[in-house]
């Protein structure tokens, strides 16, 4: 115990101490926090150029849509105005159109709408954006003024013009809401989760697989091996790496919820935010207890492989089949997604080497019987202590063992002839 306390110190420290490590976390948290201010970032600066009491841009000819009225039919600016607030409208004539393409493509403008006749316009902008624009928008107003205005011709009072305009309602009801889970609010989260569990398991699982063939490679393995028990050195790498990599999400998230608090109002109305933030607590509890279990049953694997390769160069093509493994399950978590209640999806999620991933995914998009969380729990804990086991028999051989990495047959006979000899 006392030397499997140092080597877990020892390693814990070093990614401590590192700065790859502490830099790395350092600028993650940054992104998080410029990520999650963007919103009060960009409201700032817009206040700068805002006027106090009218939300309507100070003069600016560059933030100015033009209204070009071919026909003659179409509302005042006060109209615009009202409509649509925070942009600044002006009405411009038909023979102005040539000039106002020259500014739009130069900058001085931000664009054109152009009424045509009723129902019929042409937009001129520069480049579109990505978001919703003044266009669209504008489309959609001038053609319920328009019907208005045409069955208001025809006798319609105020009130049955807008009975008759008012677009239907629909709501939706998702049955699964009475245990506090909707698949829509819980996709953002758990599309987030899986790509931590995926990059984290993977990336610590790499480093505890280099840390051991590094120290093969330069022979300290040999001295090592000498002074302490192999199963110290593979359980307190691995859980040393694994201590570093939760304190490293538990950091992330922290930050991520610290910044989403302060600029919580900024998000109140983008409800695929507030979902990734307004979590259920017993989701967070699963993160972490299948991060644990994930982390340390593939942690094992990288470390009994990366005893195998010589040369940290060799150690891509070692742990080849585990990154396959791991590629295999977030695909099939993915691609679970979308038909989370899918049979294969069921049988993945109790397949050890998958569950870690499969069945987190279905516990956060459905709900799964506690009784099939608790099967692939078990199988899980054991799948991992018995690969636990079996990677320290190959970490004690493989790392005293140079050349060119042993076969799969080859390797199942050295452990059956190494367990022969220990059983004598």
């Not at 790498?237 to 919580?264: D, E, P, R, T």
């Not at 399950?329 to 679970?336: I, K, T």
């Not at 987190?360 to 099967?375: A, K, L, N």
Request: glycine share 8%.
């Amino acid at each position: 115990m006392r030397q499997f306390r140092t080597v877990l110190d020892y390693e814990f420290m070093s990614y401590m101490k590192n700065k790859v490590y502490v830099w790395s976390t350092i600028v993650l948290v940054v992104i998080l926090a410029i990520l999650l201010s963007l919103p009060s970032i960009i409201g700032f600066f817009k206040g700068l150029g805002v006027t106090p009491g009218g939300g309507e841009p100070v003069d600016d000819p560059t933030a100015t849509v033009y209204i070009v009225d071919q026909s003659g039919k179409g509302p005042d600016t006060a109209f615009y105005t009202s409509a649509l607030i925070g942009i600044r409208w002006q009405i411009a004539s038909a023979d102005q159109l040539d000039t106002l393409r020259t500014d739009i493509d130069a900058g001085k403008a931000r664009a054109a709408f152009i009424i045509n006749e009723p129902g019929k316009y042409t937009y001129i902008v520069k480049r579109e954006s990505l978001g919703a624009s003044e266009g669209p928008r504008l489309q959609g107003t001038l053609d319920m003024y328009f019907h208005s205005a045409a069955l208001a011709a025809r006798g319609l009072t105020q009130a049955e013009i807008q009975a008759f305009l008012t677009p239907s309602t629909l709501e939706q009801v998702e049955t699964v809401q009475e245990s506090g889970k909707s698949m829509t609010q819980a996709y953002l989260y758990t599309y987030l989760l899986l790509m931590l569990l995926y990059m984290t398991v993977m990336l610590y699982g790499q480093m505890v697989a280099t840390s051991v063939a590094g120290e093969k490679s330069n022979r300290a393995m040999e001295m090592l091996i000498t002074s302490a028990r192999p199963m110290s050195l593979m359980f307190g790498k691995v859980l040393g790496s694994g201590l570093a990599g939760l304190a490293q999400i538990g950091a992330l998230m922290l930050a991520a919820a610290g910044f989403y608090q302060l600029n919580a109002a900024q998000f109140k109305d983008i409800a695929i935010i507030k979902s990734a933030f307004e979590m259920p607590a017993d989701i967070m509890v699963y993160t972490l207890v299948f991060y644990l279990i994930g982390y340390f049953m593939y942690a094992f694997l990288y470390g009994a492989l990366g005893s195998l390769a010589s040369r940290t160069e060799d150690i891509n093509t070692s742990i080849m089949p585990i990154v396959l493994i791991l590629v295999a399950a977030m695909m099939v978590s993915m691609v679970g997604m979308v038909s989370p209640d899918a049979a294969y999806v069921t049988v993945c999620s109790f397949i050890p080497l998958l569950s870690p991933m499969v069945m987190f995914m279905r516990i956060c998009m459905t709900d799964v019987p506690f009784w099939q969380i608790g099967i692939s729990l078990v199988l899980m804990i054991a799948t991992t202590v018995g690969i636990g086991w079996l990677s320290a028999r190959i970490y004690r051989i493989g790392v005293l063992m140079y050349g060119k990495p042993p076969k799969l047959g080859e390797l199942i006979r050295i452990l059956r002839n190494d367990r022969r000899a220990s059983a004598k």
